[in-house]
């Protein structure tokens, strides 16, 4: 779609910040009104849409794409969006580890450790390490106090974090970028870990090291998203 506006405007009301092309009120790909619930996140929506030079480029307007997610995807039945998020705690790659003997174990138990610790702390709960790639259950008093962290979480919040989740694989990364305790960009090279001593130890690989920037920029724009809702 060409650009078909001249100006982008900003107004408030009951729901949040809304968005004005020309003096018309902005829609979701679903025609819902978008509204945003902070001044911070409605002006880099704004700034997204000013930056349109002629053809409208979803991958260029990241925030704009989130807010949409919420409104169209996670507003519609909260519960069940939070619920498929929480599932990545069924299988999260912190808890799946090499098997002892492998030079990568030591590595994981010194990167990964910590964050597990972490969790277990801020939410009374414990995980069980499996070595090997064969699923096991975790304990299922752990997922219920994790579930319920997850729903606690607003419409917007989520609708980040699921991005987040898919390209983490692990909902205690999630968390911690949620509740500030890492930097998103620190996170970022935890998940990576297997990846980066892969490259370490064989090689780099031009398209996987462009895919996991491609991954990357996509995890650091949710995880700005979140940070435009505190402010």
Not at 47 to 56: D, L, P
Not at 172 to 190: D, F, K, N, S, Y
């Amino acid at each position: 779609m060409r650009r078909f506006w001249k100006s982008v405007g900003l107004e408030q009301g009951t729901y949040g910040y809304g968005i004005r092309l020309d003096g018309r009120a902005l829609k979701t790909p679903m025609r819902n009104e978008l509204y945003l619930p902070t001044k911070a996140l409605a002006d880099a929506v704004v700034a997204e849409w000013e930056g349109v030079a002629e053809e409208i480029d979803p991958a260029a307007m990241p925030m704009t794409g989130f807010a949409n997610a919420a409104i169209d995807h996670v507003a519609p039945d909260r519960a069940a969006f939070a619920a498929s998020i929480a599932a990545y705690a069924e299988s999260d790659a912190f808890c799946y580890r090499a098997e002892p003997d492998e030079p990568l174990a030591p590595k994981q138990a010194e990167i990964w450790g910590p964050w597990l610790e972490w969790a277990q702390g801020r939410y009374d709960v414990s995980f069980r390490i499996v070595h090997g790639v064969l699923h096991q259950p975790q304990p299922e008093a752990t997922l219920e106090k994790l579930r319920a962290a997850v729903l606690a979480r607003g419409t917007f919040e989520l609708a980040a974090m699921a991005k987040l989740a898919h390209l983490a694989g692990s909902l205690v990364a999630v968390l911690a970028i949620v509740e500030r305790a890492g930097t998103p960009a620190a996170l970022w090279e935890v998940v990576c870990l297997e990846e980066l001593w892969q490259e370490q130890n064989w090689g780099a690989d031009y398209w996987a090291q462009k895919n996991r920037s491609d991954r990357e920029a996509e995890f650091l724009h949710a995880a700005h998203f979140l940070e435009l809702l505190r402010i």
